[in-house]
């Protein structure tokens, strides 16, 4: 199982990104995939997460409106639209596959990709 992360970079203020997750050895219909990030110095929180096996979605609370998580099990990827980014948004951000839930425990989550770094600033 494999998870990959890509598409940060730098960002104006409330500019866009779209990060992928790239997912081998598994299969996105079944498992949940679920979107961290963590800002330096502060622990891993998490973001979104959609459910494998119905698609359902859960956001964090912080998110209000600006994120949108999506998945193309065709493709194994996962995708995290960033939208009306703010520069406290910098991170990095991850993608792990788990259990979706509202409450985005770590230890729900047992596969873990390398994150990619989203830096939001003029």
């Known amino acids: 199982v494999q998870l990959q992360a890509s598409g940060g970079g730098l960002v104006q203020p409330g500019g866009s990104l779209r990060l992928s997750c790239s997912a081998s050895?598994?299969?996105?219909?079944?498992?949940?995939i679920g979107w961290f990030r963590q800002i330096p110095g502060k622990e891993r929180e998490g973001v979104a997460c959609?459910?494998?096996?119905?698609?359902?979605?859960v956001y964090a609370d912080f998110v209000k409106g600006r994120f949108i998580v999506s998945k193309d099990d065709a493709r194994s990827e996962s995708y995290l639209q960033l939208n009306s980014l703010k520069p406290e948004d910098t991170a990095v951000y991850f993608c792990?596959?788990?259990?979706?839930?509202?409450?985005?425990?770590?230890?729900?989550?047992?596969?873990w990709g390398q994150g990619t770094l989203v830096t939001v600033s003029s």
């Open positions: 959609i459910n494998g096996q119905d698609g359902s979605t």
């Open positions: 050895g598994f299969t996105l219909d079944y498992y949940g």
């Open positions: 792990a596959t788990g259990l979706c839930n509202r409450w985005f425990r770590l230890i729900d989550y047992h596969f």
